[in-house]
């Protein structure tokens, strides 16, 4: 007898469909032997005939197109990983990427930034809009608190933006490696309709955009050392990673760990004296007389260094 590994195509959609209730679908439950739905109903759903579905499910007719896949998936009520599943067993692929756009992160996300207390960090975008941010990002890099939220788009405010401008060792190198990767995010999210607007805006306002733009050049965000004069700071440098949240291809984490002890010193003790810093200081001293706990105090490296690792896992390095 075959084993399940000899269809495992059809073997999971058998199922799935098992899983579905019909009569929540609009089927009648007369006469049925098994649960979930039969297959003529799967095809039905997903407008392809009942022999070719049955055919697909035992195995035989080749490979489906990316198009009935998707109907199937829809039919099957998938998740966007069960819909991506199929098409690895199917076609050995994933499936074109779908762009949601977001306005915001989860609870336990904007948990993951501000576990990094005096380590900038932030969520962005395919269209590199900054939808989240810790503290240390506000006070180092901008104070995206006081912006709009259209505002918040790193392209606005490296093109714009004179004190982000005049923040750059290089300018004109930083705002290629911009113009370059986020034209690679936008394609990687599928978001490049979503772009056309914003493109379109920064063409018109900026001579520089629409020059860069125009050559069409692509880069990974990926990893490496960032430079800023800082107003209050003079120059500092950090170390910046690029992270992919998982299962969300339209969104990434960008952290900027201060490159030596000197920066790690500077910056934590800016991050300190904002009057935010104070306010939380006494919210946490606070919760712990009132939870009986006490924290142990660490050295400025320990502190950019230490983040929870359950938190750390909600993350993947971008290769």
């Known amino acids: 007898m075959p084993g399940s590994n000899d269809n495992p195509l059809g073997n999971y959609l058998k199922d799935r469909r098992s899983k579905l209730d019909p ?50 998936a829809r039919a099957l009520m998938l998740t966007d990983v069960e819909r991506e599943h199929i ?10 990427v779908r762009y949601h756009a977001i306005d915001g992160v989860t609870p336990r ?31 180092v890099l901008r104070d995206y608190d006081a912006l709009e939220a259209h505002q918040r788009n790193i392209l606005r405010l490296i093109f714009f933006d004179p004190h982000v401008r005049e923040a750059q060792l290089d300018w004109e190198s930083v705002a290629r490696f ?72 339209d969104l990434s984490m960008v952290i900027y760990n201060p490159a030596t002890p000197a920066d790690a010193e500077r910056i934590m003790a800016l991050v300190k004296s904002h009057p935010s810093h104070a306010l939380k200081d006494a919210a946490d001293k606070t919760s712990a007389r009132q939870n009986g706990t006490h924290t142990k105090p660490h050295s400025a490296h320990e502190n950019v260094d230490r983040v929870d690792t359950k938190l750390a896992r909600k993350v993947r390095m971008r290769s």
């Open 23 to 72: 009569a929540a679908l609009g089927f009648p439950m007369k006469r049925r032997r098994t649960p979930g739905l039969r297959r003529e109903e799967v095809a039905q759903r997903a407008n392809v005939s009942a022999t070719w579905y049955t055919w697909l499910e035992q195995g035989r007719g080749g490979a489906p197109s990316p198009d009935v896949l998707d109907r199937i």
């Open 87 to 96: 098409f690895l067993l199917a076609l050995g692929r994933t499936p074109e």
């Open 109 to 139: 996300l904007q948990r993951v930034l501000d576990a990094f207390e005096f380590t900038p960090a932030f969520v962005k975008t395919a269209t590199w809009d900054v939808i989240a941010w810790n503290r240390a990002a506000s006070v």
């Open 178 to 249: 911009c113009v370059a990767a986020f034209r690679a995010d936008a394609a990687r999210a599928g978001a490049s309709r979503e772009i056309e607007a914003l493109v379109e805006e920064l063409s018109e306002r900026s001579p520089d955009f629409a020059q860069m733009w125009r050559s069409n050049d692509v880069q990974a965000y990926g990893q490496g050392t960032k430079y800023l004069r800082h107003a209050q700071l003079g120059l500092i440098s950090m170390e910046y990673s690029a992270f992919a949240v998982d299962g969300r291809p």
